[in-house]
């Protein structure tokens, strides 16, 4: 919101050398801190300078000082609490030995409902875990009436009331159960009338043992016969994985506008890891065409990697595709000279690849 301040300024006849100044916002947030600053220049008298705040014939006095030379300051004063938008008047009054001198000007209070939003340090927590909560409000001062915290089965196990932050920032924390439910939790920020939500998961979650690479073209000519794929699995430190891989692919066919998976797959069978940690197959092509439904399949291979560690039985799985190209081979120029000129003869290599 934009602040607009004004001046009030005033120079009575009776006091032609007097001179002051009164400045504040001209809208100002319900029940904010708002800064009142006064001058008074020039003065041949003592002077008593009152401030009021007007609204529905009840007046609070803001500012009340006996003046008796060249006058400065500010002092701050609470802005009311209001529903939406209450216009008022600060009344300004000067009283000398033989004269009173008055001035009002209008002064808006604007009720806020600012927007709340909410993030939490990670999106998945294990049970046990400490969540960090981060609340942001674009307006000062920071208000949220309540902070609830429910788990995946609607039951409350987290509140804050009335909780503030001088800051645009509120930061709180909860430290779930080891046993807690896994699924997904529930935050809602009230403020006001209006709230906010945010959500977080709550799931066991165990770093992965190894990981596996599956090394298959991404295009493959119909001219070649054969497909290499190569599978590796490596320790999350480096080393390689001892076990054995199961190689599948498949080639996806249509019926109608339904996509189906084929029941014959074509396997490399079980291949067992070498000392790098690696092993490969080579597919037969021709296992892929000479089909009476070789109409509807796919331009396409779904390669499909189950490794499993030797001891523990733990598995990873990994899938990649390979498209088909029809590409039979490319050309390829050497040796042309970067300019010549019309008419004459260009000399150079032809360079051919057949797949």
Not at 13 to 28: E, G, N
Not at 183 to 201: C, M, P, Q
Not at 240 to 266: H, M, N, S
Request: net charge negative; charged share 20%.
């Amino acid at each position: 919101m934009t602040i607009v301040h004004i001046s009030l300024w005033f120079a009575p006849l009776v006091q032609k050398q007097l001179i002051f100044m009164v400045t504040f916002p001209a809208v100002i947030l319900s029940g904010s801190e708002a800064k009142l600053c006064v001058s008074l220049l020039k003065l041949n008298e003592a002077l008593q300078l009152t401030v009021y705040l007007l609204h529905n014939n009840h007046n609070r006095t803001l500012l009340q000082e006996r003046v008796e030379k060249e006058f400065h300051r500010c002092s701050q004063f609470k802005a009311p609490e209001v529903e939406g938008l209450s216009v008022q008047e600060i009344r300004v009054e000067v009283r000398g030995e033989s004269f009173v001198m008055t001035e009002k000007r209008k002064v808006a209070f604007q009720s806020h409902n600012p927007e709340t939003f909410i993030q939490t340090d990670k999106p998945i927590y294990n049970p046990g875990q400490t969540g960090n909560l981060t609340f942001l409000q674009y307006l000062s001062p920071f208000q949220i009436i309540m902070v609830t915290l429910e788990d995946n089965k609607g039951n409350r196990i987290g509140q804050w009331m009335n909780v503030s932050s001088t800051i645009l920032i509120l930061q709180l924390s909860h430290q779930l159960n080891s046993e807690a439910s896994e699924g997904v939790y529930k935050l809602e920020a009230k403020t006001g009338d209006r709230s906010t939500f945010h959500d977080f998961i709550v799931r066991k979650y165990v770093l992965p043992r190894f990981e596996v690479t599956l090394k298959a073209p991404k295009e493959q000519s119909v001219a070649e016969e054969e497909l290499k794929i190569e599978v590796c699995g490596k320790y999350t430190y480096g080393k390689p994985v001892p076990g054995e891989a199961l190689l599948e692919v498949c080639q996806p066919y249509y019926t109608g506008a339904q996509l189906i998976i084929p029941l014959f797959a074509f396997r490399g069978g079980f291949l067992q890891m070498d000392e790098d940690g690696c092993a490969s197959h080579v597919f037969n092509l021709s296992l892929f065409s000479n089909s009476e439904f070789e109409h509807n399949f796919r331009y396409s291979l779904d390669i499909n990697v189950v490794m499993t560690e030797e001891g523990t039985s733990i598995s990873m799985v990994k899938s990649e595709r390979t498209s088909f190209t029809y590409e039979i081979g490319k050309a390829e120029f050497l040796d042309l000279p970067k300019n010549f000129e019309r008419d004459t003869v260009i000399e150079g290599k032809v360079r051919v690849f057949i797949f």
